[in-house]
Nanobody
Framework: QVQLVESGGGLVQPGGSLTISCTAS????????????VAWFRQAPGTQRELVPR????????MYVDSVKGRFTISRDNAKNTIYLQMNILKDEDTAVYFC??????????????WGQGTQVTVST
C-alpha cells in the first residue's frame, strides 16, 4: 500500500518561513497518487485534524482556508510523487503536526491513503 512520509518540519520564529514536503511511495490499491487531488492537514494538541490547502491533480487549481490565504502555497511534483507546502509569515497558531494525503475528490475531506507520521512545525521565539 501507499506510504506517506512528511519531512522538513522544525522550529521557526514568528514571521519566518518554512517549506515542508511529503513523498508517496509503494503501490496503491485503486488510485494513483499523482493523479489525485492532494491536501495538507494539520493538527494542534487537543484539536481535530484540519485540512489547510488542497490542490488538483495537475497542481493548477488550489484552495486555502482563510487563516493561511496569502501566506501558504501548496505545490506538487508528480514525477517525484511529492507535494510541498511553502509557509511564509508564520504565526504561533500555525504550530501543529502537518500531514499530507490524497483526497477522494477535490472537494472532499475523505482521504485515500493511510496517514503518515507527520512533521512537527513549531512557531515560537
Amino acid at each position: 500500500q501507499v506510504q506517506l512520509v512528511e519531512s522538513g518540519g522544525g522550529l521557526v520564529q514568528p514571521g519566518g518561513s518554512l517549506t515542508i514536503s511529503c513523498t508517496a511511495s509503494g503501490t496503491a490499491s485503486g488510485f494513483t497518487f499523482s493523479s489525485e487531488p492532494v491536501a495538507w492537514f494539520r493538527q494542534a494538541p487537543g484539536t481535530q485534524r484540519e485540512l489547510v490547502p488542497r490542490t488538483n491533480p495537475s497542481g493548477g487549481v488550489s484552495m486555502y482556508v482563510d487563516s493561511v490565504k496569502g501566506r501558504f502555497t501548496i505545490s506538487r511534483d508528480n514525477a517525484k510523487n511529492t507535494i510541498y507546502l511553502q509557509m511564509n509569515i508564520l504565526k504561533d497558531e500555525d504550530t501543529a503536526v502537518y500531514f499530507c494525503n490524497a483526497l477522494k475528490t477535490f472537494y472532499d475531506t475523505r482521504v485515500l491513503a493511510p496517514w503518515g507520521q507527520g512533521t512537527q512545525v513549531t512557531v515560537s521565539t
